[in-house]
């Protein structure tokens, strides 16, 4: 089968830098069967357009609400939509073969013309280790979720060849500590820079969990050195401002020729 790839996201947002993962996941499946598969743009689905291409499938993969979509798309047959973009919280999980197949980190290269910074496109192993959280926030995906549980392996989606690996888990330390701490343990001996692009939960820190995440090459993007730690509510100020203290004074006590 001829197969169609859009990334809504790439193509309707400016500046967007990240790949789709289910996008990619979508491509490896697919090449995987033997069938031709490339990222295409919503010109060249365009029942109007001059030199619009045949497909035998089309998917199309949003992450974020408020990014628009051509209204035409939902009057192809062909076409299946996906994402939290599109369903928000009741979006459909990915079969599970599909799921757990690993990312084509090739399926972008046709694409490399529009996107502005491809740091996390040639850069990173993408993926997640665990899924859900229990902290029932209204503005996120995961209201509905009510614990995080280990999702895949990290040989998964890691590739060798990649220098970082980016984590797209929604609360990675809402695990015990003892599934937490196998996930640490295998990122420590792969030994390359990690980055929690979601942002890790600081209510859940203790000083076990700090001295383990100080023991990973933790990556911040073009940022370095960077933690990144989510703020959501103002009720939580005190223990994130507990939490962070004890944070980074274990932080500096390991590298006290560090300022801030």
């Not at 599934?179 to 343990?185: N, S």
């Not at 959501?232 to 801030?260: H, T």
Request: one cysteine or more.
């Amino acid at each position: 089968m001829n197969i169609a790839l859009i990334d809504n996201d790439l193509l309707m947002r400016d500046n967007h830098n990240f790949p789709n993962l289910a996008i990619m996941k979508l491509s490896a499946f697919h090449k995987n069967k033997g069938d031709v598969v490339e990222i295409a743009t919503f010109n060249e689905i365009n029942p109007l357009a001059l030199f619009k291409k045949e497909y035998d499938k089309i998917y199309i993969s949003k992450a974020f609400t408020e990014t628009p979509t051509p209204s035409f798309v939902y009057n192809l047959p062909n076409v299946k939509i996906g994402g939290t973009g599109f369903y928000f919280d009741k979006a459909e999980p990915l079969p599970y073969e599909i799921e757990h197949t690993k990312p084509d980190y090739d399926a972008y290269n046709s694409a490399y013309r529009i996107i502005k910074d491809t740091m996390f496109y040639t850069d990173y192993s993408i993926g997640y280790t665990t899924r859900g959280c229990f902290r029932h926030c209204l503005f996120c995906v995961n209201i509905n979720s009510n614990k995080v549980k280990v999702h895949s392996h990290i040989d998964e989606f890691y590739d060798s060849s990649r220098k970082k690996i980016v984590l797209l888990d929604d609360n990675v330390l809402g695990l015990p500590n003892n599934e937490l701490f196998k996930i640490f343990d295998k990122f420590q001996e792969i030994n390359k820079p990690i980055n929690y692009k979601q942002g890790l939960d600081i209510r859940l820190l203790s000083k076990e969990r700090i001295d383990r995440l100080f023991r990973l090459k933790y990556d911040g993007g073009k940022g370095g050195f960077t933690y990144y730690f989510a703020f959501d509510l103002w009720e939580n100020k005190s223990k994130i401002e507990e939490n962070l203290k004890m944070f980074s004074e274990m932080y500096f006590e390991r590298k006290p020729d560090v300022k801030w």
